[in-house]
């Protein structure tokens, strides 16, 4: 008969968290290797504790103690993506389990607090708090969690890079998603990761996702696929707030507050704001009917990289290259219907400028004999120059 971890600890059972903790300090004491004990004994003592706190009712088996090693012996690519697998998995099966405990609290009502994974995997801590919210503090690296209710988070999510199987995919039902003081812990959420907040908010801090080279699965030399792991941030009846968003990431809400973006970004919004001075390279801005782009700062004006493209809801693209400098602002003169009040607004969020969907939408119209003298008249926009 396999020894359990309460049998280890001579203890009952369904023993209660004292009972568990007082029976580990009483054999700590008395196996501890300060005090002549055997620390192989003791060793054993300590993982039955770790096991029982997070609800593990027997040790690992020596199979599972290879399985869930950091470190093999051989480090060859195949035994590598083999090790990384088992612990996607094992990570996923330890999210899945998070997930119902939390719901059971939730139908409930009841809070509670455990870990979740183990010193191998990585811990991290759950707790239902009396108001509903649930509290994760450690790092989400793999497997998806679904919860009614707002999450408020200490750590970093990452999704694991060798395979989709396992891909990080957190959802809220209902609420917000936050990172404590994202900006000041610099927590990020990278490498493929998703989450959802399908009726509420997500404040987290910097984005990032990833490109990467693999050889050719057909093995010919000097051939290389790219493979891409795009990080989605969704919130589609509410907003995003994020600092810097970097390289292969989409957004998608009703309401997008950004600092910089770079690199092969996608922006999809009703609103989009800009704080920052950066919008580069490959980056798409899919802006919804009625809605506007909202640069904060003039010198915001500079960062845009000319192979940028918005498209509208309609269909259209237009090239950011076509908006910038003296045309972007004159555009804007040309469509504001309350100059003053508008100059006021800007002036009061630091001299920045509004861009419009109808302001956009009115780019690939022919000119009446009203607009000869002009924006579309004196640069020249053209129908052909701005849909793709």
Do not use: C
């Not at 100059?339 to 009115?362: R, S, W």
């Amino acid at each position: 008969m396999v020894e359990s971890n309460y049998d280890i600890l001579g203890i009952l059972e369904g023993s209660t968290e004292k009972e568990i903790r007082d029976a580990f300090r009483r054999l700590a004491l008395q196996y501890h290797s300060d005090r002549g004990g055997e620390n192989e004994q003791f060793i054993k003592i300590k993982q039955a504790y770790e096991d029982l706190k997070i609800g593990k009712k027997y040790p690992e088996t020596d199979f599972e103690k290879i399985k869930n090693s950091r470190v093999y012996s051989d480090d060859s690519e195949s035994d590598v993506r083999r090790k990384n697998q088992i612990l996607g998995q094992e990570l996923s099966k330890e999210m899945q389990t998070a997930q119902e405990w939390a719901a059971a609290l939730n139908r409930a009502n009841s809070t509670g607090t455990r870990l979740f994974g183990s010193k191998t995997l990585g811990e991290i801590e759950l707790e239902r708090k009396a108001n509903g919210a649930l509290s994760i503090k450690g790092n989400f690296m793999a497997g998806g969690l679904s919860y009614d209710g707002s999450i408020i988070m200490q750590g970093n999510i990452t999704s694991p890079s060798w395979t989709k199987e396992f891909q990080t995919n957190i959802k809220l039902t209902n609420g917000d998603f936050k990172f404590v003081n994202p900006l000041d812990n610099k927590y990020k959420i990278e490498n493929g990761a998703r989450l959802i907040a399908e009726n509420g908010n997500v404040v987290v801090g910097n984005i990032f996702g990833r490109k990467f080279r693999v050889e050719d699965p057909e093995g010919r030399v000097g051939i290389f696929q790219i493979q891409e792991h795009r990080t989605h941030i969704s919130a589609p009846k509410g907003k995003i707030i994020a600092e810097n968003v970097v390289n292969t990431v989409r957004l998608d809400a009703d309401t997008i507050v950004v600092l910089n973006v770079e690199d092969d970004v996608v922006l999809s919004a009703r609103e989009i704001l800009f704080y920052g001075g950066k919008l580069t390279y490959d980056s798409i801005i899919e802006l919804k009917e009625g809605g506007s782009i909202r640069f904060f700062e003039t010198f915001s004006i500079q960062g845009l990289s000319g192979d940028a493209i918005i498209k509208l809801e309609n269909g259209k693209k237009i090239r950011l290259f076509d908006l910038k400098t003296k045309k972007i602002k004159d555009l804007a003169d040309e469509f504001v219907p309350n100059k003053e009040q508008y100059a006021k607004d800007a002036t009061m969020v630091g001299h920045g400028f509004t861009i419009t969907y109808e302001m956009l939408d009115n780019l690939s119209k022919k000119p009446n004999k009203k607009q000869k003298n002009g924006w579309t008249s004196k640069f020249s926009f053209r129908k052909n120059n701005h849909s793709q």
